[in-house]
């Protein structure tokens, strides 16, 4: 059985909510736990061998930021089918220092990729074999509609991989905890937080077969590197301080700030293992197909 996904009509659903602050931490979550290699295992052995087979690939990584989980996945899949002249590398992000970072990354590793803005990405119609949205739907305030925009740009049998911080992750409950803290208003009030069962829901509703993989880091922050006083400043002077910024997405505002401290530290002591604060980071990596059997 190969059905098509349904149709659904969406213009230019896809606009920027906010810019996201936090891709330092993220980049240093990446850069020392090689968790982006894990999670583009996990995405490429589950494609099927039909979508690897033809001569010409294309892939988008919309939402890219610095490129490396892309080139990450596309290093994986170069292990499973060589990549052929012709093939096809979008990344698309609203950052346009992020685009060109992430093409030179690609470049460096011997991918020449198309930058594409949100804006210029909906004025070309080009479908994808692989289309990646890692970590970006939560900026985006209509994510059906983003979720249904992109499925219609997949090939028969193509696949949008979503990834995204799971439930059981400690990003997820260390935010809970500084947002639940009395006095800090979340950064976003009144928007759901995104989970797994969503994605695989709205890709069920846009005729996709959703498939779920978790990958879980167990990250060491060495506590020398973590300036406690730069946790609360929006521009901390070491990756690890954003790194536990990102982790626990601390607010900067200072009513906010002594309500958010203690909760912050709770949770750091909680993690406290010899010289290190220890996390675990799950991510889900949820595919969908437009092929049931895939
Ligand atoms: C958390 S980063 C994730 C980067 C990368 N996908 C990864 O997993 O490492 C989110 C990225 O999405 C981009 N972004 C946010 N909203 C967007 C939108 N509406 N359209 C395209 N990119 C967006 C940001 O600029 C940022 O680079």
Do not use: W
Not at 87 to 114: F, K, Q
Not at 185 to 203: H, K, N, Q, W, Y
């Amino acid at each position: 059985m190969n059905p098509t996904p349904r149709q659904v009509s969406v213009p230019n659903p896809i606009e920027a909510t906010k810019q996201y602050p936090y891709t330092r931490g993220l980049d240093y979550l990446r850069r020392r736990s090689r968790e982006h290699v894990a999670i583009a295992d996990a995405l490429t052995h589950t494609l099927p061998p039909e979508m690897l087979a033809g001569p010409i690939f294309a892939l988008c990584d919309y939402g890219a930021g610095f490129g490396d989980l892309c080139v990450a996945v596309l290093q994986s899949l170069s292990r499973r089918r060589p990549m052929q002249a012709g093939s096809i590398v979008d990344v698309v992000d609203l950052d346009p220092r992020l685009l060109a970072y992430a093409s030179e990354a690609l470049g460096a590793c011997g991918y020449s990729a198309r930058k594409l803005t949100p804006k210029t990405f909906h004025q070309q119609s080009r479908r994808y074999q692989l289309i990646l949205a890692s970590h970006v739907l939560y900026y985006i305030s209509d994510r059906p509609a983003a979720v249904a925009d992109l499925a219609q740009r997949l090939t028969r049998g193509g696949q949008l991989a979503v990834i995204l911080r799971s439930d059981a992750c400690d990003t997820y409950s260390i935010r809970s905890a500084v947002r639940n803290a009395p006095s800090v208003v979340p950064p976003e009030p009144g928007r759901p937080r995104l989970r797994v069962a969503d994605v695989e829901g709205m890709l069920r509703s846009v005729g996709l077969y959703p498939r779920t993989e978790q990958v879980i880091a167990t990250f060491r922050v060495p506590v020398s590197d973590v300036r406690h006083r730069d946790l609360y400043s929006a521009d901390p002077s070491t990756d690890a301080t954003e790194f536990i910024r990102f982790v626990g997405h601390i607010p900067t505002t200072t009513n906010a700030r002594s309500s958010a401290a203690s909760a912050v530290e709770q949770e750091l002591a909680a993690r406290l293992d010899g010289d290190s604060y220890t996390f675990r980071i799950a991510t889900a990596v949820v595919t969908g197909s437009t092929d049931v059997a895939a």
